[in-house]
């Protein structure tokens, strides 16, 4: 019997994000944590390069090991939309999810009357006039990645990012600009995400209204999910403060235990 935890990153990001959080996992349960497609050296898609999560999904797929008997599926931001779609898929053999603030935007958008004024207020703020957050004329640009940038963490941040980090982040930008577009049009309905397995929904504190009313949107129809509110945490808490976080997993994995 062999069980495999998989931990899928979030946007601009990378497996390095997973290391501190890889504690007290179940005896018998083996870690992976993949680069997504577009990450690698050499992986980079080119500007104009058509991508969609199932093939974020088939490129993940391939990289369970053969005999795998059991799947605990991790992941943050886009890696919990791409968590939510595997766990769709026919044939795996899912036995429990984490997830820190999956983003379902195209479900959250498909319905506007849920939404709160405040809520509709940040994903005004994320997509602007005319969906131009979705422009393939701009996406993946300078401009484009500081706004995205911007957005989940504060005004200013990419401003203040150090050079090298930018030169790191803009050859990812068209990659970032697909994830992107991905959570935007591709998801399902919420009640599409219905799983019957123990499920963790965390959020931080301080999240986006948008971003915490999919956790919860995801837990409506989820009755059985555990929802884990991080204190003191943002959307970015699981990759700027992991020791906040990590007793949401740890828990998870007691859960999952019993």
Known sequence: MSEVALFIHSTATGPFMWRPLLADLPEGVTPLTPVNRGYAPGDALSVGQAFSVQDEVAHLKALIPPGTTGLHLGGHSYGGFVALTLAKEAGLPVRSMWLYEPVLFGALRAEPERMSADVAAHVEALYGAANSMLDEQTGGSEAWIERF??????????????????????????????????????????????????????????????????????????????????????????????????????????????
Request: glycine fraction near 8%.
């Open 149 to 258: 940038i911007d957005y989940w963490n504060q005004p200013g941040m990419w401003a203040s990012m150090p050079d090298k980090a930018k030169a790191m982040t803009r050859p990812l930008g068209w990659k970032m600009f697909r994830e992107v577009c991905s959570v935007s049009t591709e998801p399902q309905a919420f009640e599409h995400y219905q799983l019957p397995v123990p499920l963790t929904l965390a959020y931080g504190e301080h999240t986006t209204p948008a971003a915490k009313a999919m956790v919860m949107r995801l837990a409506e129809v989820n009755p059985h999910a555990k929802v884990d509110e991080v204190p003191g945490v943002g959307h970015m808490g699981v990759v700027g403060a992991p020791g906040v976080v990590l007793p949401s997993l740890k828990a998870h994995w007691a859960r999952v235990g019993a």
